[in-house]
């Protein structure tokens, strides 16, 4: 951590927490971590591990933990918090965690251990600020489209402060999902509908269950469309009636793109609290990198020990990723380490063996000769300050090549 601190200069006042899993190939039945379980991949048939990662708000890894398939958010919380207690101290941090690893279990260990936390809330909490939601005035624009404020919350603990965010363009895109969620319920149920007309049910269960799988699909929709099965004078369903809450209808358009944060710093500013809170998107960056770049996904291996070290080795590339990424950044190159990574492939070395004969003993003297770097390649070597070598040199001490 020391080095950590020299190197980039971050500090260690916020730890990031999420979670994610990565699937197997395979039934993995010699692994007794390998569960099914929620698939961030849509890989729902598939057994998996789920991965506690926690970093720091520039996006450099610290520390992870390999859990059960099946092991449910809100329970890794506490594993994790100990874990870098152990290794780092009992130090006052804030832990920042998004609504699915908040529990008021989670919260009574964090505030018992004295810790600072910035979380997210379930979205119940918010039919408790609908009217504020609706007012127009007190509220601090954090960036175009975005503005919070502080709120008070009746389900809250002492010293907490709470932190009510809308953005309009989450609204947006919330509302479009929700339409074109009750546009794809309402027209299953029509087709359910005709087919009742046509041809007239005595199964009620039956019924029941073809309705129920549509309403399953899309929960959102399903609270505000309503679907009453009609019946002939024998029982028989003969139709549906397809209607919509107007008031669970309008509950929902003031909800959208607004949510609440939980916090117990004594910070007091909504929008430095917000800006701490929207650091996690570098945690969700860094399972993108982990899964697209990195080779997280899907594994092979079955035995859990190699399973571990997979996870483990993608972790280190993870931190070198990283690394390598606030490097280019310091040198005002951006932070694509995947360019970087794609130009320096064009950067070959080779080793040149030539037979030797010395005092009647034939040896071997092994050159190695490196690729002229392209001229726009050049320059970008140039900006990180690195030099390749030029011409040939000798080589020795080089490990032979085992045959299998």
Same mark, same amino acid.
């Given at each position: 951590m020391t080095r950590y601190r020299e190197w980039f200069g971050v500090r260690f006042e916020f730890l990031l927490y999420d979670v994610t899993s990565t699937y197997f190939e395979g039934e993995a039945g010699r692994n007794p971590q390998?569960? &099914? $379980?929620?698939? &961030?991949?849509? &890989?729902? $048939?598939?057994? =998996? @591990?789920?991965? $506690?990662?926690?970093?720091?708000p520039e996006g450099l890894p610290l520390s992870f933990e390999v859990f059960a398939g099946n092991r449910a958010d809100v329970?890794?919380?506490?594993? @994790?918090?100990? =874990?870098?207690?152990?290794?780092? $101290? =009992?130090a006052e941090r804030v832990w920042v965690m998004d609504r699915g690893m908040v529990s008021e279990a989670n919260i009574a260990f964090l505030r018992a251990r004295k810790a600072r936390y910035l979380v997210g809330t379930p979205k119940s909490w918010l039919r408790a600020h609908e009217q504020t939601l609706l007012e127009k005035s007190d509220w601090k624009t954090v960036q175009d489209g975005l503005e919070v404020r502080l709120v008070e919350q009746p389900e809250g603990e002492p010293g907490e402060r709470y932190v009510l965010c809308r953005s309009g363009a989450r609204a947006e895109k919330e509302r479009a999902m929700l339409r074109r969620q009750s546009e794809r319920l309402t027209g299953e149920l029509v087709k359910i509908d005709a087919w009742l007309r046509r041809s007239p049910q005595s199964d009620q269960e039956m019924v029941g269950r073809r309705i129920g799988r549509h309403l399953g699909k899309d929960p959102a929709a399903a609270a505000i469309i309503v679907a009453e099965v009609l019946r002939d004078g024998a029982g028989r369903a003969v139709g549906l009636s397809i209607s919509s809450r107007l008031d669970a209808g309008q509950k929902a358009h003031r909800q959208k793109g607004a949510y609440l944060l939980r916090t117990n710093c004594d910070e007091t500013d909504p929008a430095l609290l917000w800006k701490w809170y929207i650091q996690l998107t570098q945690a969700e960056a860094a399972f993108r990198t982990a899964k697209s770049d990195l080779g997280l996904r899907p594994v092979f291996h079955h035995k859990e020990d190699r399973v571990q070290a997979h996870i483990l080795v993608c972790f280190l590339a993870l931190a070198l990723w990283r690394t390598l990424e606030q490097w280019m950044q310091s040198k005002g190159l951006g932070t694509c380490a995947r360019q970087l990574v794609k130009e320096m492939a064009g950067i070959k070395s080779v080793d040149v063996v030539v037979p030797v004969r010395r005092a009647e003993i034939t040896t071997e003297l092994r050159l190695r000769v490196v690729t002229t770097p392209e001229p726009a390649l050049a320059q970008l070597l140039a900006h990180l300050g690195l030099r390749l070598p030029k011409g040939t040199r000798e080589v020795s001490n080089v490990v032979p090549k085992i045959s299998p």
């Open positions: 390998a569960q &099914r $379980g929620y698939s &961030r991949d849509q &890989r729902s $048939g598939n057994k =998996q @591990v789920c991965i $506690g990662l926690v970093c720091t329970g890794t919380v506490e594993t @994790v918090v100990r =874990q870098m207690e152990e290794k780092y $101290g =009992q």
